[in-house]
C-alpha cells in the first residue's frame, strides 16, 4: 500500500454539479482546492443523458444565474456537427423550462474550467475514513488503486450525493419522505440511437389519449404533440394507456405507469428516465448492486418493448448504459438552517437567501408506479443548509445538504444543486481566509461575491 500526505484549504468531496460549482467558488476566491471523484470523470449526474430541468420559475422568470448559467453559456458556445452543445432554457408546462446539453462534451467543459482555477482533482478514489476530534473534522482518508491518501484541510465539503463522509463522521441524517420513510427509487439512465421521434410525436398526435401520463402530475395545458414539433428542448412524459396495457398483458418489465423520454441534441438519440428499482437504498452498496443488475436487465428487457410497440423505435439500439446508478434520493444531513416543505409553498425569501429554487416537488414512488408532481412559487435556499451543525469544518451542497424530504425533491435538480454548491464554495473560502468557522461567515458577503457573479437571489432580478 501507497501512502501520500496532503494538504488543503478546501477538499470537495463528489464531483457532480453541486461539488463542481463548490470547487470552482472556493478556488475563484482563493482556496487551495482539492476536488476527490471516484469515478473517472466529472459531472456526476450531468453527464448520465439528463437535461437541466428548474432553469426557469413556474411564470417563465430566468432564476439561475452564477456558476450554473456560466457552465450552459459555455455550452450553448461550443460549436459541434450538430449545432451547438445546449439549448436554449424552453419554457414547458411540465417541468417549468427544460435546457438540453451534451452531456459528453459536458465533462470535457467542466474539466477545463476546473483545471483553469488550478483546482487538483483525484479520480478513483473513495472516502474509507475521516478523523473528527472534538467535533471537528481533521482530516479524511482517501483510497483508490492501492493509495492511501492522507488529507487534512480547513474545511470539507461533501457533494457526493449520498452525503458519505458526513456519515463517516457520525453526524445525523434523515432518509426517506414523510410520513413513509420510503426514499425515492433510482433508475438506470440509458440512451436509444435509431430512434424517428417525429414519428413517435406523430403517433400522440393521432392519438392524443396516449399523452396521458398521470393522475398526480401538475401540469399546464399545451403539453401535446404540437408542443414537442415547436422545438426539439422537450422531455416527453407520457404513453400512460399504452404502458398499463402492456402491464396488464405482463409485457411491461418496468414499474412506472408511464414513459419518460429525453430528446437529445444529437439526431437520432433520445434518453430514457425509465427504469425503477422499488426498495432501493442508494447508500447501501449491496442494495445500490442489487439495483444496477436489475437495471441492465431491466433496460435490455424494455429496449425490446420500445422496438415492438413504441412507433418511431422500431429500429433503435442501445447506444450507451450510464456508468452510475441515478440516485434520487439517500441521506439529507442536519444544518444550521433547514429548507423545509413550507419555505417552498409559501415561497419564502430572506436575507440568507443564496439562490432560488422553483422546480415543482417530485416525488417519484418507491413504492409504486406513480410520480406526485406539484407545482410551486420560487423560493429562496438559506446558506445555512450548507453548514453542518455538528462537525466543524463540515459543509453540504447538493441534494445531502440540511433539506426535509419534500424541500429536496424540488431543490435536488442539477440547476439548484449548483446553486447551492456556489454558495457553499464562497462560504468555505471566506471561512478559511478570516481563520472562522463556516457557520460564522457573514452571508451578506457570500450574497454579494455571488451577485458579483451573476448569482440571482430574488425574483424580478
Ligand atoms: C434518474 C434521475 C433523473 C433525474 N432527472 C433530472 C433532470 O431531468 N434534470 C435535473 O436537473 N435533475 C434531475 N435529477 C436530479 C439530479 O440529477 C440530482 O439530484 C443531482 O445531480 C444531485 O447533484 P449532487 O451534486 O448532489 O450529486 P450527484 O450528481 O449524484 O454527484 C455526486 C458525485 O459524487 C461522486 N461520489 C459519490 N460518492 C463518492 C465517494 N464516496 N467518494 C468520491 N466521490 C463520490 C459521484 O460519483 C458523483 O460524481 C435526476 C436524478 C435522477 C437520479
Excluded at 191 to 214: C, F, H, W
Excluded at 388 to 409: K, N, P, Q, T, Y
Excluded at 428 to 443: E, G, N, T
Aim: overall charge negative; glycine content about 10%; charged content about 25%.
Amino acid at each position: 500500500m501507497n501512502t501520500a500526505i496532503k494538504e488543503f484549504d478546501v477538499v470537495v468531496i463528489g464531483a457532480g454539479p453541486s461539488g463542481l460549482a463548490a470547487a470552482l467558488s472556493a478556488a475563484r476566491n482563493g482556496a487551495r482546492v482539492l476536488l476527490v471523484e471516484k469515478n473517472g470523470y466529472l459531472g456526476g449526474n450531468m453527464a448520465i443523458g439528463l437535461p437541466l430541468l428548474g432553469y426557469l420559475d413556474r411564470d417563465g422568470k430566468k432564476v439561475i444565474g452564477g456558476i450554473a448559467d456560466e457552465f450552459m453559456k459555455d455550452m450553448a458556445q461550443y460549436k459541434t456537427a450538430y449545432g451547438t452543445a445546449a439549448s436554449a432554457h424552453k419554457v414547458c408546462p411540465m417541468h417549468n423550462s427544460v435546457t438540453l446539453y451534451d452531456h459528453e462534451l459536458f465533462k470535457i467543459v467542466a474539466l477545463r474550467k476546473v483545471l483553469k482555477e488550478n483546482i487538483e482533482v483525484l479520480f478513483h478514489t473513495d472516502v474509507e475514513s475521516v478523523e473528527v476530534e472534538n467535533a471537528q473534522l481533521k482530516k479524511i482518508v482517501l483510497r483508490g488503486k492501492g493509495w492511501r491518501i492522507l488529507v487534512s484541510a480547513r474545511v470539507f465539503i461533501d457533494t457526493t450525493g449520498d452525503g458519505d463522509v458526513a456519515y463517516l463522521t457520525g453526524a445525523s441524517y434523515e432518509k426517506g419522505q414523510k410520513d413513509t420513510g420510503v426514499l425515492q427509487p433510482p433508475t438506470m439512465m440509458f440512451t436509444v440511437a435509431g430512434v424517428d421521434i417525429d414519428k413517435t410525436i406523430d403517433y400522440l398526435a393521432e392519438n392524443p389519449d396516449q399523452m396521458e401520463r398521470s393522475k398526480t402530475i401538475d401540469c399546464a395545458g399545451g403539453y401535446d404533440a404540437d408542443f414537442f414539433r415547436s422545438d426539439p428542448a422537450f422531455v416527453m412524459v407520457a404513453m400512460r394507456k399504452l404502458v398499463s396495457q402492456l402491464r396488464a398483458e405482463g409485457k411491461m418489465p418496468i414499474n412506472r405507469e408511464n414513459i419518460i423520454i429525453i430528446n437529445s441534441l444529437l439526431p437520432g438519440e433520445v434518453h430514457l428516465n425509465c427504469t425503477r428499482h422499488l426498495g432501493t437504498d442508494g447508500s447501501d452498496v449491496f442494495s445500490v448492486t442489487r439495483a444496477e443488475i436489475e437495471g441492465y436487465l431491466q433496460i435490455e428487457e424494455f429496449t425490446e418493448v420500445l422496438k415492438k410497440y413504441v412507433p418511431g423505435f422500431e429500429n433503435c439500439y442501445i447506444s450507451q448504459i450510464y456508468p452510475s446508478l441515478g440516485v434520487r434520493e439517500s441521506r439529507r444531513f442536519s444544518g444550521i438552517r433547514r429548507l423545509t416543505e413550507k419555505d417552498l409553498v409559501e415561497g419564502h425569501f430572506d436575507e440568507e437567501t443564496i439562490g432560488i429554487g422553483s422546480y415543482p416537488v417530485d416525488i417519484h414512488a418507491g413504492d409504486g408506479l406513480s410520480t406526485i408532481f406539484t407545482k410551486i412559487p420560487a423560493y429562496g435556499i438559506p446558506y445555512g443548509i450548507t453548514v453542518s451543525d455538528e462537525i466543524e469544518g463540515l459543509m453540504l451542497a447538493g441534494r445531502c445538504a440540511s433539506m426535509d424530504a419534500v424541500a429536496m425533491s424540488s431543490a435536488r435538480v442539477m440547476p439548484i444543486c449548483m446553486v447551492i454548491g456556489e454558495a457553499a464554495g464562497i462560504g468555505a473560502a471566506l471561512a478559511v481566509k478570516q481563520h472562522i468557522s463556516p457557520r460564522d461567515v457573514d452571508v451578506a458577503e457570500v450574497r454579494r461575491i455571488l451577485l458579483d457573479n451573476d448569482a440571482i437571489l430574488s425574483v424580478g432580478e
